[in-house]
């Protein structure tokens, strides 16, 4: 399917991930695939079915892509060095969250923190009308903190780890 | 040598670099030309096919008449 032609400011994002407890990772194919794959996880506010997805509700969807990482080679006498890129890291994602205990999607991060192994489908969906732009990866989450400040409101803050080539771009 | 089938499942079940995965993988490009045309473009099938003919392209080979003197 052809992506919708819209300037992406019109967009909203948002962030959706796997509902269960130990749940099996899309292949990296699937992870391309809006129909019966992607769209499980994304809910109907978002163009999809949300069966097997939950909301995670952040304060804002952070930066996601590629590190850059380059290597210089130079030969002695020559005016400019090559700049090769090299193996590039997916960007690990800090998240900032309001903190509820009894949020579903949260505590489903603060167990995969504490686990460190388990793989999920996090999924990164713009939509602007009944289009849908979505990024699915796969990560692993590590940090899980909880700042509780008594003159705000209480926060977590969890970083996912994205899974290196494990990612594919879908539409509606 | 594997089938296109055994090729695509291979890459539609894979967990990791599918680019890389494909651009190892010996396929007919024809084959996979002609199974891309009836694949359905959001299926796992479809980016596994669509990434092989990336690396294996269908070689057009123009021959040209040269003009009789």
Redesign the interface.
Known sequence: MAAPAVILPGFSASMWMQSGATPSALSTANLSVWAAQVATIVGTVANGTGAAGTALNVEAVPAFGQDDAVANFSVAGARQSDKVPVQSAPTSMTITAAWNPSDAGLLLIRGDAISGIIDRTFVVAAVSGASTIAYAFNGRVSQFQIDAQPGAEAKCVFTVHPRGGQYGWSNT | METLDQVVEG??????????IARFSSVDANEVAAALLTAD????E???LRLLSKYNPVEVVVVSKKAKS
């Open positions: 890459l539609v079940s894979a967990n990791g670099d599918l680019d890389l473009a959001d299926s796992a479809g980016v596994a």
